[in-house]
């Protein structure tokens, strides 16, 4: 059993859930590589030092930089803000080093090009942070659409609705400038990501982005609350995409539903650990959708618990993307999603906004 020395960037909310995936996921999972928390870097050295006593981490960098070049981090993990998402993955990658990158890839699709194209040149395992698909219960969706089980697909509704932002009079704050912390790069990947995951491509889409609240206590806001997609997807099958900062009521509403010729599924984020299924078969007098509670025989859930019902939680998704990152680096192969998906997430969005702006349907570039 070998170790690996964990270099973290970034210690906030997302920065706080890597650091506890790493220190859990060797006994979670046990990991032929166990992760050994070496340094982490913040917006400053004393942050830095706050965060390096609170998860444990060995040393603290002054400078996202010096931990990138330190040989005994072995492996980085990104979760600072998207606009320094490219100088950090590159400068990783010219050091040879595994990278982890949290969702989006970049701030822009420049950059997320130029992301693959550092971690296909350098040859590194690179994974990117899409947790939500990683559930048990999404897990099982795609074992079920792969198997079937509703006959061939007919439509699929997605959407990522929260509402941190619906009370207009919620101050401006770092959300409401630039692009890439609009709803359409803060929020919308993630359901882009399921959508290609379940579905496959996107062949076109036309799109509608909107700003709800111009202004926030006099200070203008500069990018957008909410946007929809109406989409075609390579197979053929339609489809539609909402998401928003603004929807009112709903607090993490990740959710989708698929309809097919032989039955229905569907999905919410807010309850996680369920499943509705809804099979054409017998009397019509007893069909209807049933609740499947994940347990031992779902994907994943297993080693967290040997109780059906009792259920997974969010840290969870992030010490499953924590073992599939291990296994990238230990097997040398790549575990999907890497930079790639990352980047085809990064074209959907792209390709919203100039359907936006000119109110026509786009085809989406592929890879």
Partial sequence: MAEIGIGLIGGGYMGKAHAVAYSAVGAVFDTPLRPRLEMIAAGSPASAERYRAAYGFARAADHWRDLVADPKVEAVVIASPQTTHRAIAEA??????????????????????????????????????????????????????????????????????????????????WRCFGRAAGCMGDLAPHMVNCALALMGPIAELSARVETVHATRGGVAVDNDDHGQMMLRFASGVMGHLYFSRVATGRKMGYAYEIHGTKGAVRFDQED?????????????????????????????????????????????????????????????????????????????????????ADGRWHPVPQI
């Fill in 92 to 173: 990783a990658f010219a050091a040879g080093k595994p990278v982890f990158c949290e969702k989006p890839l970049g701030a822009s699709l420049a950059d997320a090009q130029a992301m693959v194209a550092a971690a296909e040149a350098s040859g590194q395992p690179n994974m990117i942070g899409f947790n939500y698909v990683r559930t048990p219960a999404t897990q099982f969706v795609r074992q079920l659409l792969a198997e079937g089980a509703i006959g061939d697909v007919t439509w699929f509704r997605g959407e990522h609705t929260e509402d941190f932002l619906a009370d207009p009079d919620t101050p401006a704050n």
């Fill in 272 to 356: 996680q650990n369920a499943v509705h299924l809804y099979r054409a078969e017998g009397p019509e007098a007893t069909r209807g959708f049933t609740k499947i509670l994940t347990g031992p025989a779902h994907p994943d859930y297993l080693p967290f618990c040997q109780g059906p019902g009792h259920g997974t939680g969010y840290q969870d998704q992030i010490i499953i993307e924590a073992r599939d990152f291990l296994r990238a680096i230990h097997t040398g192969q790549p575990v999907w999603p890497t930079f790639r998906e990352g980047l085809a997430t990064a074209r959907v969005i792209d390709t919203a906004f100039a359907s936006a």
